[in-house]
């Protein structure tokens, strides 16, 4: 019995034993071990991206300026034209025949006035020798002052003949990418209907994009000597070339509270063309920030945050982001020197959990 009892005591102590580890550990869990990245400021790019539409630098519409038969297309539909270079033909005739008149007219003019100077010049002789009134010869001073504005009228017909004339031959008024042919030949077009319009022209080298920022993005972006442009296509490709900010907004929009900027680029291959969709990133100078990997920052009810390591506990601290930089995320307010963000293992930590650093 004694040899029993003995046996009993040291299983029971065992037993014992074993629940305090358990309490122990229950109590004690393992610290959760992460890696963590000391935070330095670092000069970083000022940088926003936005979805932007491409657009030509110049864009125009072809239109009749006299009514007339449309008799030729000087053109194919797509090419690349020169300005000045014709683009249509109206029909010629009625404006010839109208300029032939208007010549007609001049020189009758001109023929009356001759005479009347010649009057003028005779009768002014007449009157100092007092041969006649000198009503007489103020009626035909005046009457050649008369032929003479009546010769100016007539010089104007001929130029303005002259000019609707000239407005038959269609030619681009600038140097690009014609469109389609609105208007086909044969068509009676004028400039007072619809059929005014002939064709498009866009200019694409160099090409504009347009695209928009919020109000505290254009307040940063403010007062920049020079902000750099560059631009992603549809497909992820990068344009080869940047360009340079030429407008910015003096509103601000009230439906969407951002402000309209617009950059230019060289485009001399046509690669981008006028409606396209891209993304820009606009780059205006440099600052002092933070950076942290992407994966490192969560998202709460409250906004975006970081796990930050602080004597062997996981705390939250909410973070106000920028923009990407490459795989990281620029950090502008709610992080200081020395800080130790952790940055893997997020999904097991909570507040005030125990943490290791491996």
């Known amino acids: 019995m004694k040899y029993f009892a003995l046996l009993l005591c040291f299983v029971l102590a065992a037993c014992g034993d074993s629940g305090a580890r358990q309490q122990e550990k229950k109590a004690a869990p393992a610290a959760v071990p992460v890696t963590t990245l000391d935070m330095a400021p670092r000069t970083v790019p000022v940088s926003y991206e936005a979805v932007a539409r491409t657009e030509g630098s110049r864009e125009v519409q072809v239109r009749a300026r006299v009514t007339g ?15 000045g270079q014709p683009l249509f033909r109206i029909e010629r005739a009625p404006f010839e025949i109208e300029v032939q008149q208007a010549r007609a007219v001049l020189a009758q003019e001109i023929a009356r006035r001759d005479l009347a ?39 104007a017909r001929v130029r303005q003949a002259e000019l609707n004339l000239s407005y038959t031959d269609v030619r681009a008024p600038i ?14 077009v004028s400039p007072t209907a619809e059929s005014a319009l002939l064709t ?22 403010r007062g920049s000597e020079s902000i750099e442009v560059s631009v992603e296509l549809a497909n992820g490709k990068q344009y ?34 006028p409606g396209q969709y891209v993304r820009v990133r606009a780059v205006a100078g440099t600052s002092e920030a933070f950076v942290v990997p992407q994966t490192a920052v969560a998202q709460n009810e409250a906004g975006r945050f970081v796990w930050l390591f602080d004597n062997g506990k996981a705390v939250q601290r909410q973070v106000r982001t920028g923009n990407w930089l490459g795989q990281d995320w620029i950090v502008l307010e709610g992080l200081k020197p020395g800080d130790k963000v952790i940055v893997d293992n997020l999904i097991r930590l909570r507040p005030g959990a125990a943490v290791a650093q491996k």
């Open 175 to 188: 140097g690009g990418i014609t469109g389609r042919a609105m208007q086909s030949v044969g068509s009676l």
């Open 117 to 155: 100077r010649q009057e003028s010049e005779r009768l002014k002789m007449l009157v100092d020798r007092r041969a006649i009134s000198q009503k007489e010869a103020d009626q035909a001073a005046s009457s050649l002052q008369q032929t003479g504005a009546a010769v100016q009228i007539a010089q």
């Open 200 to 221: 498009n022209l866009v200019q694409s080298d160099p090409i504009w994009v347009r695209f928009s920022i919020s109000e505290a993005e254009f307040s940063r972006v």
């Open 240 to 273: 080869p070339h940047t360009g340079k900010l030429n407008f910015a907004g003096s509103t601000v929009d009230a439906a969407t509270g951002t402000v309209q900027m617009r950059a230019e680029l060289p485009n001399p291959n046509l690669d981008l063309l």
């Open 69 to 83: 038969i449309l008799e030729r297309q000087l053109y194919n539909e797509g090419d690349t034209v020169k300005a």
